[in-house]
């Protein structure tokens, strides 16, 4: 299994950053490689829309409000890996004002050798979380 972490410090209420990210419809709103959500399977199955025309479909496998954290794994799509779940999680900063969103996820290379796959989703978590900086000014 390949592992890949990333995650971002923000200067901003989790909650604040929670109430953008956590709804597992609302990739569109902070990810730009994402054109479009739609929900099906009352709500636990997205189906995205990519920029170039691929799509991916996405079913959440956990999800807590309260602790701002969710689960998904990809059903299927176009990107180079199998068997892949992930995780979204913004938890408070301990002593600061702020937030850090984690975005990680582990998965099969699928087609390619490791390091691409590894590479390929590091580059999804980081223009998401880049952008999330971007949203809010920092």
């Known amino acids: ?33 994402v054109q479009k959500s739609e929900l099906a399977d009352g709500g636990r199955v997205r189906r995205l829309q990519l920029l170039g025309g691929a799509s991916l ?16 794994s990809i059903e299927k799509g176009a990107l180079p890996v199998a068997n892949y779940k992930s995780t979204v999680r913004v938890r408070k900063e301990e002593g600061k004002d702020g937030c850090v969103v984690e975005w990680s996820g582990d998965f099969v290379p699928a087609g390619v050798p490791e390091n691409d796959a590894v590479a390929t989703m590091q580059g999804i978590y980081q223009a998401g979380l880049d952008n999330l900086r971007k949203l809010f000014n920092v």
Not at 13 to 29: E, R
Request: glycine letters at 4%; hydrophobic letters at 40%; aromatic letters at 12%.
């Open 57 to 72: 479909v996405e079913r959440m496998e956990s999800f807590d409000d309260n602790d701002h954290v969710y689960t998904y």
């Open 1 to 33: 299994m390949a592992k890949v972490k990333m995650s971002t410090p923000l200067p901003v209420p989790a909650d604040q950053v929670w109430k953008l990210i956590g709804g597992f419809n609302a990739l569109p709103d902070w990810h730009p490689a």
